[in-house]
C-alpha cells in the first residue's frame, strides 16, 4: 500500500459521486440550509435571553421569538434528518451500482484472470469491501460537506457582531485540519508498517482452529494454547499503538476547540465588563463558537470510514484492472456456418511469462473424436480456454468452415459448444435447472434426452423427486461421477457442435470413469469431440490423439498407430514415475 | 452468558469502572463549561453595565480548566477502556480455545466450512461492544442525568421534572424503539448477506459455465434481485436510527425551549439572576450529549448477546472422545484390528462407517478406494481418535484404544492428508509440528528425503520463511512435499496416507510419490485414495462403498 495507491483509491471514490449527482446537489442545499439555521437560531435565542436579563421582558413580550423557535427546532431536525436519508440513499445507490459492475466485469474478464485468486477472497470483494464503501457516502462526505460550508457561514455571521471573535475562529480553524493531517500522516504510517503483523496475528487464532485437526493428529493443539495467549497479546499492545496515535488525533481537535472557547468566551466577557461590547452580540457569538467547531470535529470522527473505504477500494480496483478477455458486448444473432475447426500458427504466454502455445497447428473435422494428450505444461488447458474464449490468442487465429472466429462472434460461438471441466460446478436448484443451465426452457422430453445420452436419466429416475430433486451447495449429495454425468448432459441439452472435455475423469474412481467414457462412446460421429486427457486409458475410443509437448503438436495418429511405433505418445505411455 | 462473563470481567473491573469514571468527568466538564460560560458572559455584562466589581478570575480560571479537563478527560477514558477490554478479549481468546481444542475435530465439524470460523472470530471481536458501547455508555447515561437532574432541582423541581422527560424521551424510549426494531431486522440481515455471498460465490465459481451456456446474465439479475433485498433490509434497520438521531437533535432545542419559558418568569419574580437565566438555557442545550450514545448502544444489544450467546454454546459441547481414567500404557507396536465398527454422525441420517473388519498387519500397506463421502476420512478420524465408533471397537496389539490416552495413542501415527495443511507461520514451525525439539540437521535431513530441500536452500530466510495466507504461496507440490518432511521428522510406526495427491498434476503427482517412498519404509500404512497411486504393491486393497468395506480380489491388479 503506497500513498499513491491509496491517493488512486480516493480519488476513485469521489468520481462515484457522479453516480449519484442529483442527490449530492439535494444535499448541498440542504447543509447551506442547516448553516444558515445555526446561525439564526443562535441569533434568536441570544436576542431572548437579552431581552429576558436586561430588558427585563417577560414572556409576553418575547412570544413572537419564542413561537419563532418551535418552526426552526422542526426546520432543523427535518433538515437533517432529509439529509441523512439523502446520504444513506446515495450509500446503497452507488453499493448495488458497483456490486453490479463487479460482477459485470467478471462476466468479462471470465475464469482465466481468477485462477489464481482463492474463491473466498474474490467473493469478500464483491461482499464485503462492496459494503464497506457504504460509510463513505453515508458518513464521510456529509460530514465534509458540512464541514465546508456551515464553518464559512458561521465566520461571516460572527465577523459583523465581533471581528476579534471571527479572528481567532478564523485563525484556529485552519489548524484542525493541519494537525489531523499530520497526526493522520502519522497514524497512518504507523498503522502501515504493523499493517502485515497485524494481520497475521489477526489471522493466527482463526488459522489455528482451522488447523486443529492437524494439530491434535500432531498433538500440538495443546502446545499452541501459549502461543495464542502470546499472539493474543502482542496483537492488543499493537493494536493500542494504533489506537492510542487515533485517540490522541482527536484529542488535539477537541483542545484546539475547547481552548478557542474558552479564549473566546473570555476575551468577551472581558469586553463586556469594560462596556466594550453588547451583550446580545457577545452572547450569539459564544453561542456560535462551539456551533463552529462541531463540523470540523464530525468530520474528523469520521475519517476511519474514510480510511476503511479507501483500503476496501483498493481491493475493489484491484478486481476491476483484471484484463477482460470479451469485448462489452457481443451478440449471439450471428449465424456461424458448420465445418472444420482449424487452429492456424496459435501462441500464447501466460502473464508469468510461461509459453503455452507456441505456433499450434490443428484441424478438427466435424463429429471427430478428438484426445490430446501431453505432459503437464504443455498447452493442452490453454487449448481449451483459447476455444472457449475464456483467452485470445496472441497471435494466429481460429478459422471455422473457413471463417476466422472473431471475438464479437463469442456468444454464438459459445452456443455451438458444450463444456465439461475437471470440476464442474453444479448450481443451488434442482437436477433440472442444472442441466437446462443452457436453456432454462427446455421441455422435460429434451432433459431426459440429454440425460440419457449422458447415462444419468436411470439414476435421476429412481430419484423420489426425479429431476426435480434439490442439489445441495456445490452438489453434495452426488459422487464426482454423478456430477460429470450431470455436467455432460448439461452440455449435451445445449445440442452442441462441440463437446470440449477438460481431464473430465480426473477425479473419478475407475468404475465413474467407465461410466463417463462409455457414455462418450455413444456420442460417436454426432458431434465433434475435443477431449484433453490425463490419463491414457480413456483414450482407446478416441479417433485421433495429438500429442503435445511445449505448446504445440507433436505427434498425432489413433492408438493402434501411436502405440506401435516409438514417440511421444510411447513416451508417455511408459513413462516411469 | 453472565457465569461465562463475569469471571472474565471481574478482574478488569477497577479499570474499566474508572474509565467510565474519566467518562463520566469528562460529560461533565463539558456541560460544565457551555453552562458556566454563559453564566460568566452574562455576569461580565451585567457587571460592566452596573459598574459593580467582579471576581473573574475564579469563572476564567475554571472555564480554561475545564476546557482543558475535557480533552484530557476524553483521552484518558479511551485509552484505559481500550486497553482493558482488549486485554479481556485476548484472554477470551484463550479460554475459548482451551474450550475449543478438546472438542476438535469432531464436535466442530458443522464449524468447518471457513465462513462459520469467520463469523466466530467476529464474534469474539464484537464482545468489545459490552463495555465500550453498550454498558459504559449506559451507567455514564444514568448518574450524569441523575446529577444533572438534582442541579436543574436546586433552581426549579418543574425544569428539574421537564428535563428529566426529555432526556428519557431522547435516552430510554427512543432507544428501546430503536432496539426493538433492530432485533427483528437483525437476523434478516444476517441471512440476507449470507445469501448475497452465496449466490457472489456460485458466480464466481461457476463463472466458466455460466459464460459458456450463456446464463451469466441471468446470474446478475439473481445477484442483484439479492443485493436489492439487502438493502431493503438495512433500510429497515438504518430508518429508525437516523430519525431517532434527528429527533434526539430537536428535543435538545426543545429543552432549550422549556428552560427559557420555566427561568424567564423565575427571573422576573427575582428568584434567580440574569447569569443564572443564560446559565440553565446552556445547560438545558448540552444535558443531550449524555444520551446521544444510546440509541445506538440499545441497538446492539440483541447482535452482541446473540454474537456471545453462540461462543458460549460452542464451548459448552461435549467432547467427541472420553479419556479412559487410568490410561493404559502403550504396549509396542503390534497389529491394528478393526472389529465390527459403525460410525454414526447422526441418528437421522445413514451410517457413515457400517460394521468394518479390518486389520492392519505391522509393516503392511493397505490401499483403501472410495469416491469422496465414501467414509475413507471416518476412518482416519477414527485412527486418530478424533471419534470414537459408535459400534464396535479398534485394537492395537489387542488393546482396545479407548484404554490408551489419546494424545499417547497419537504418539505413533504420522499423516499426510490431501488438504493443504500447512499452518501460517514460519516453514520452521510447520516442520518442528512433526518433532518439536529437531535441530536444523535433522531438519535437513527429512526435507532431503521429502526432495524439498533444495527449494528451501533457495529460499532468502530458509526456514524462517513465512508460509500461508499472509505470506508466501507454495505449490501443492511444494505444500506437500513438506507435510511429508513433517510426517518423516514424526517418525512413528503408523502412517496415515489421505488422498496424498488429490489435487496435483501428473508430473507433480510422480514427484510427491518419488518423495513419498522413502516415508513408507517399515511403518504400517493406511492409504486412503480414490485411486490407486504407484507406491508400490499394496498388501491388500480394499473398497469403500458407502460406508461398507470390501476386500478387492487381486491386489496389484489395479486398473
Not at chain 1, 439555521?37 to 413572537?64: C, K, S, T
Request: net charge neutral; charged share 20%; with cysteine.
Amino acid at each position: 500500500m503506497k500513498p499513491d495507491d491509496h491517493r488512486a483509491a480516493e480519488a476513485w471514490l469521489r468520481e462515484r459521486r457522479h453516480d449519484i449527482a442529483p442527490l449530492a446537489r439535494r444535499q448541498r442545499l440542504i447543509a447551506a440550509l442547516l448553516g444558515v439555521l445555526v446561525v439564526l437560531q443562535a441569533w434568536v435565542l441570544a436576542r431572548i435571553i437579552d431581552q429576558a436579563a436586561f430588558a427585563g421582558a417577560g414572556l409576553n413580550a418575547l412570544a413572537p421569538l419564542l413561537v419563532a423557535w418551535v418552526p426552526l427546532l422542526l426546520l432543523r431536525g427535518g433538515l437533517a434528518w432529509t439529509g441523512d436519508r439523502l446520504a444513506w440513499r446515495a450509500a446503497q445507490q452507488v453499493r448495488s451500482q458497483l456490486r453490479r459492475e463487479l460482477f459485470d466485469h467478471l462476466r468479462r474478464s471470465g475464469p482465466y484472470p481468477l485462477r489464481e485468486r482463492p474463491t473466498g477472497e474474490l467473493g469478500n470483494v464483491l461482499v464485503d469491501a462492496v459494503e464497506a464503501i457504504g460509510p463513505y457516502f453515508a458518513h464521510y462526505l456529509p460530514a465534509r460537506l458540512l464541514m465546508t460550508l456551515v464553518p464559512p457561514l458561521i465566520l461571516l455571521a460572527v465577523w459583523p457582531a465581533d471581528w476579534l471573535s471571527g479572528l481567532i475562529l478564523l485563525l484556529t480553524a485552519p489548524l484542525v485540519p493541519l494537525f489531523m493531517a499530520l497526526i493522520g500522516q502519522a497514524a497512518q504510517r504507523a498503522s502501515q508498517r504493523q499493517w502485515r503483523q497485524l494481520s497475521r496475528m489477526g489471522g493466527h487464532f482463526l488459522d489455528v482452529l482451522r488447523h486443529l485437526p492437524l494439530l491434535k493428529a500432531f498433538n500440538a493443539s495443546r502446545r499452541e494454547t501459549a502461543r495464542i495467549a502470546q499472539t493474543a497479546e502482542a496483537f492488543r499492545r499493537r493494536t493500542m499503538q494504533v489506537l492510542r496515535l487515533a485517540f490522541l488525533s482527536s484529542a488535539v481537535l477537541e483542545f484546539l476547540a475547547a481552548i478557542s472557547i474558552a479564549l473566546v468566551a473570555v476575551l468577551v466577557g472581558f469586553r463586556l465588563l469594560d462596556g466594550e461590547m453588547a451583550f446580545f452580540h457577545g452572547l450569539f457569538v459564544l453561542l456560535l463558537a462551539p456551533e463552529f467547531y462541531l463540523p470540523l470535529r464530525r468530520y474528523g470522527a469520521q475519517n476511519h470510514a474514510r480510511m476503511e473505504a479507501i483500503a476496501a477500494a483498493e481491493q475493489i480496483l484491484e478486481v476491476l484492472a483484471l484484463p477482460a478477455a470479451a469485448p462489452a458486448a457481443t451478440s449471439s444473432q450471428v449465424a456461424l456456418r458448420h465445418g472444420a475447426l482449424e487452429l492456424r500458427d496459435l501462441h500464447f504466454t501466460h502473464p508469468g511469462g510461461d509459453t503455452a502455445l507456441a505456433g499450434l497447428d490443428l484441424r478438427i473435422e466435424p463429429g471427430e473424436h478428438l484426445a490430446i494428450v501431453g505432459p503437464s505444461g504443455a498447452g493442452k488447458s490453454t487449448l481449451l480456454l483459447l476455444l472457449l474464449g475464456f483467452i485470445p490468442p496472441e497471435s494466429g487465429e481460429i478459422r471455422l468452415a473457413g471463417a476466422p472466429l472473431e471475438a464479437a462472434h463469442l456468444a454464438a460461438w459459445r452456443r455451438r459448444i458444450g463444456w465439461v471441466p475437471q470440476r464442474p460446478h453444479l448450481f443451488p436448484g434442482t437436477l433440472r435447472e442444472n442441466i437446462a443451465l443452457g436453456c432454462p426452457d427446455a421441455p422435460t422430453e429434451t432433459v431426459r434426452e440429454a440425460a440419457q445420452a449422458a447415462g444419468i436419466l436411470d439414476f435421476i429416475e429412481a430419484l423420489p423427486e426425479g429431476f426435480e430433486t434439490p442439489i445441495g451447495e456445490g452438489g453434495r449429495g452426488l459422487s464426482g461421477g454423478q456430477r460429470q454425468r450431470i455436467a455432460l448432459a448439461r452440455a449435451l441439452l445445449h445440442r452442441p457442435d462441440w463437446l470440449l472435455l477438460d481431464e473430465p475423469t480426473a477425479h473419478l474412481d475407475p468404475d465413474s470413469e467407465r461410466a463417463f467414457v462409455a457414455a462418450l462412446r455413444n456420442l460417436r460421429g454426432r458431434v465433434g469431440i475435443v477431449h484433453v486427457a490425463h490419463r491414457l486409458e480413456t483414450l482407446h475410443e478416441a479417433d485421433r490423439i495429438v500429442v503435445m509437448q511445449g505448446g504445440r503438436v507433436t505427434d498425432s495418429g489413433d492408438w493402434q498407430t501411436l502405440c506401435s511405433r516409438p514417440g511421444p505418445f510411447r513416451d508417455l505411455l511408459e513413462a516411469p514415475a | 452468558m453472565i457465569r461465562h462473563l463475569w469471571p472474565l470481567y471481574r478482574p478488569h473491573l477497577g479499570w474499566l469502572l474508572g474509565g467510565a469514571a474519566l467518562g463520566l468527568l469528562t460529560l461533565l466538564a463539558n456541560v460544565g463549561l457551555l453552562a458556566l460560560s454563559g453564566w460568566f458572559l452574562t455576569a461580565m455584562a451585567a457587571a460592566g453595565l452596573g459598574g459593580a466589581a467582579i471576581n473573574y478570575f475564579t469563572p476564567a480560571a475554571i472555564i480554561r480548566g475545564l476546557a482543558m479537563l475535557r480533552t484530557a478527560g476524553r483521552y484518558g477514558e479511551r485509552v484505559i477502556t481500550h486497553e482493558a477490554t482488549f486485554r479481556l478479549i485476548a484472554q477470551l481468546r484463550v479460554w475459548l480455545y482451551e474450550r475449543l481444542e478438546p472438542l476438535a475435530p469432531a464436535a466442530l465439524e458443522d464449524q468447518h466450512s471457513g465462513e462459520l470460523l469467520n463469523r466466530l472470530q467476529k464474534d469474539i471481536d464484537r464482545l468489545d461492544a459490552i463495555w465500550l458501547r453498550i454498558l459504559m455508555p449506559m451507567l455514564i447515561a444514568t448518574v450524569a442525568v441523575t446529577l444533572f437532574t438534582l442541579f436543574a432541582a436546586r433552581t426549579s423541581g418543574l425544569l428539574a421534572l421537564v428535563l428529566l422527560a426529555l432526556l428519557l424521551t431522547g435516552g430510554l424510549l427512543l432507544p428501546l424503539w430503536v432496539a426493538r426494531r433492530s432485533r427483528l431486522a437483525g437476523p434478516a440481515l444476517v441471512a440476507r448477506t449470507g445469501q448475497l455471498r452465496a449466490r457472489v460465490i456460485d458466480g464466481i465459481e461457476g463463472l466458466g459455465e455460466l459464460l459458456v451456456f450463456g446464463a451469466d446474465a441471468r446470474q446478475a439479475e439473481t445477484i442483484a434481485h439479492v443485493d436489492q433485498a439487502l438493502r431493503e433490509t438495512q433500510s429497515r434497520l438504518e430508518g429508525p436510527r437516523l430519525l431517532v438521531d434527528a429527533v434526539q437533535g430537536m428535543l435538545a432545542q426543545a429543552a432549550v425551549l422549556a428552560a427559557l419559558l420555566i427561568a424567564i418568569p423565575l427571573l422576573r419574580a427575582g428568584e434567580i439572576a440574569p447569569p443564572e437565566l443564560a446559565m440553565l438555557v446552556l445547560f438545558a442545550l448540552a444535558v443531550f450529549e449524555a444520551v446521544t450514545p444510546l440509541p445506538a448502544a440499545f441497538g446492539q444489544i440483541a447482535e452482541t448477546a446473540e454474537a456471545a450467546r453462540r461462543l458460549f454454546a460452542l464451548a459448552e459441547r461435549e467432547p467427541p472422545i472420553h479419556e479412559p481414567a487410568q490410561p493404559r500404557p502403550l504396549p509396542p507396536p503390534g497389529a491394528i484390528r478393526f472389529e465390527g465398527v459403525s460410525l454414526h454422525y447422526a441418528p437421522e441420517l445413514p451410517p457413515a462407517l457400517h460394521e468394518i473388519d479390518l486389520t492392519l498387519p505391522v509393516g503392511s500397506l493397505t490401499l483403501v478406494r472410495g469416491e469422496s463421502g465414501a467414509g475413507k476420512s471416518s476412518l482416519i478420524h477414527l485412527l486418530l481418535r478424533f471419534r470414537e465408533p459408535s459400534a464396535g471397537r479398534i485394537t492395537h496389539a489387542g488393546i482396545d484404544l479407548r484404554e490408551h490416552a489419546a494424545e499417547d495413542w497419537r504418539t505413533r501415527i504420522a499423516l499426510v492428508s490431501q488438504h493443504t495443511e500447512l499452518i501460517a507461520g514460519t516453514l520452521r514451525e510447520n516442520l518442528l509440528l512433526g518433532r518439536p525439539d529437531a535441530d536444523t540437521r535433522q531438519l535437513d535431513a527429512a526435507c532431503e528425503q521429502a526432495r524439498i530441500l533444495d527449494f528451501v536452500r533457495s529460499l532468502p530466510d530458509g526456514y524462517d520463511t513465512w508460509i500461508g495466507e499472509t505470506g508466501m504461496r507454495l505449490s501443492g507440490g511444494q505444500a506437500r512435499r513438506i507435510a511429508i518432511a513433517r510426517a518423516l521428522l514424526r517418525d512413528a510406526p503408523i502412517l496415515l496416507l489421505d488422498e496424498p495427491t488429490e489435487g496435483l498434476d501428473l508430473a507433480t503427482e510422480r514427484e510427491v510419490i518419488a518423495a513419498l517412498r522413502p516415508l513408507l519404509e517399515g511403518r504400517t500404512v493406511l492409504l486412503v485414495s480414490h485411486r490407486a497411486l504407484d507406491l508400490g504393491t499394496p498388501d491388500q486393497v480394499l473398497t469403500l462403498t458407502a460406508g461398507r468395506l470390501r476386500q478387492t480380489p487381486h491386489p496389484g491388479n489395479t486398473p
